[in-house]
Nanobody, 128 residues
Framework: QVQLAESGGGLVQAGGSLRLSCAAS????????MAWFRQAPGKEREFVAA???????????DYAHSVKGRFTISKDNAKNTVYLQMNNLKPEDTAVYYC??????????????????WGQGTQVTVSS
């Protein structure tokens, strides 16, 4: 398993942008499927986005319907880091965002139970 650490959360006004980063330790990061999930107070953890390398410089990506067109997930294997660029943020995006990783997880359609490595989470708050 890899060790994961998120950063980049904060407070932003509606319509603003944030970029979350997730730094990973471990030699097998390039083969991992990486994903972002989020959990708002009183709600279950929900899928946000996922990325998996399927070829040389070729990735499969998947997004939750609620963030499609606003969020972009990317992966830098040289830096062992996965990013979540969040644009046009809405108050309903307010949540703790978690980075997750695992090998051989299919994209699209990953579930939280597919992932064995999780970060500690970073808070994103969007004010109206």
């Amino acid at each position: 398993q890899v060790q994961l650490a998120e950063s980049g959360g904060g407070l932003v006004q509606a319509g603003g942008s944030l970029r979350l980063s997730c730094a990973a330790s471990g030699r097998t990061f390039s083969s991992y499927t990486m994903a972002w999930f989020r959990q708002a107070p009183g709600k279950e953890r929900e899928f946000v986005a996922a990325i998996r390398r399927i070829g040389v410089n070729t990735y499969a990506v998947d997004y939750a319907h609620s963030v499609k067109g606003r969020f972009t997930i990317s992966k830098d294997n040289a830096k062992n880091t996965v990013y979540l660029q969040m644009n046009n943020l809405k108050p309903e995006d307010t949540a703790v965002y978690y980075c997750a990783g695992a090998e051989r997880v299919a994209v699209p359609g990953p579930r939280a139970t597919d992932f064995g490595s999780w970060g500690q989470g970073t808070q994103v708050t969007v004010s109206s």
